[in-house]
């Protein structure tokens, strides 16, 4: 059974940095990484490792930071420099090597004084 078990996530100001994880288990996973939907939006690419190639949403270029640890499907977002627009429900993101694809309830992160 396919499970993705997030943590971190919460609230922080403005200008700081949050740091979410996700473990993937119960399968071999191609691609991992983490889209967001803020209320009323779709929901967006925020970063994903397609292989060994990183993307990045337009928006969180320069500021985020995507990383994996393919031994433990571990996969990793270093948020840096937040801003209250970033406040959304983070989803982690696994493919597997069936080609379905499997998402993680989403830890709500919250940008505001």
């Known amino acids: 059974q396919v499970q993705l078990v997030?943590?971190?996530?919460g609230l922080v100001q403005p200008?700081?940095?949050?740091?979410i994880s996700c473990v993937a288990s119960g399968s071999t996973f191609t691609?991992?990484?983490?889209?967001?939907q803020a209320p009323g939006k779709e929901r967006e690419l925020v970063a994903t490792f397609w292989g060994a190639i990183k993307r990045y949403g337009?928006?969180?270029k320069g500021r985020f930071a995507i990383s994996?640890?393919?031994a433990q499907n571990i996969?990793?977002?270093q948020m840096n420099s937040?801003?209250?627009e970033d406040t959304a429900v983070y989803y982690c993101f696994a493919r597997a090597l069936a080609?379905?694809?499997?998402?993680?309830?989403?830890?709500?992160?919250?940008v505001s004084y």
Do not use: F, H, Q
């Not at 997030?6 to 996530?9: K, N, P, V």
């Not at 200008?15 to 740091?19: E, I, N, T």
């Not at 080609?99 to 919250?110: A, E, F, H, I, K």
């Open 6 to 9: 997030e943590s971190g996530g």
């Open 15 to 19: 200008g700081g940095s949050l740091r």
């Open 31 to 36: 691609t991992m990484g983490w889209y967001r």
């Open 58 to 60: 337009d928006a969180m």
């Open 68 to 70: 994996r640890d393919n």
């Open 75 to 77: 996969v990793s977002l």
């Open 82 to 84: 937040l801003k209250p």
């Open 99 to 110: 080609g379905v694809d499997y998402w993680g309830p989403g830890p709500l992160v919250t």
